[in-house]
């Protein structure tokens, strides 16, 4: 996959909570980037030019996104779920490298998935 390109990230939060428990920004990001590792090691997807990175070291959330995973954590959740839905999302990576250890590491942006999102399915 082309590195200036918007990729597909299936977000499903990996720690399951009370249907009115929505995890607060920081928590969200350390679980994208988390997300996004399992996802690119799993599809072979590469993030910057490392497939995968040995860490996300930042995400950046836009305001959409952060709408959108808010509308539909609630609103597409099944009933007596402890899970939230899996939220279509897309991350464009901002910048990638390799620390002077030889550990590699990619910057993500995440955007929503979908050009419509409502929380009733």
Known sequence: ??????????????????????????????????AALVHCELTEQALGVYAPPKEVREVQLTYAA???????????????STAPPTIPLKVFVTGFGQDSNGDTWADIEVHPGLAEWAGLA
């Open 1 to 34: 996959m082309p590195m200036h390109a918007l990729q597909d990230l299936p977000f499903t939060s990996v720690v399951p909570g009370r249907p009115g428990a929505l995890p607060d920004v920081a928590t969200l990001k350390r679980q994208i980037a988390l």
């Open 66 to 80: 952060t709408d959108q995973i808010r509308t539909m954590w609630q609103g597409l959740r099944q009933a007596g």
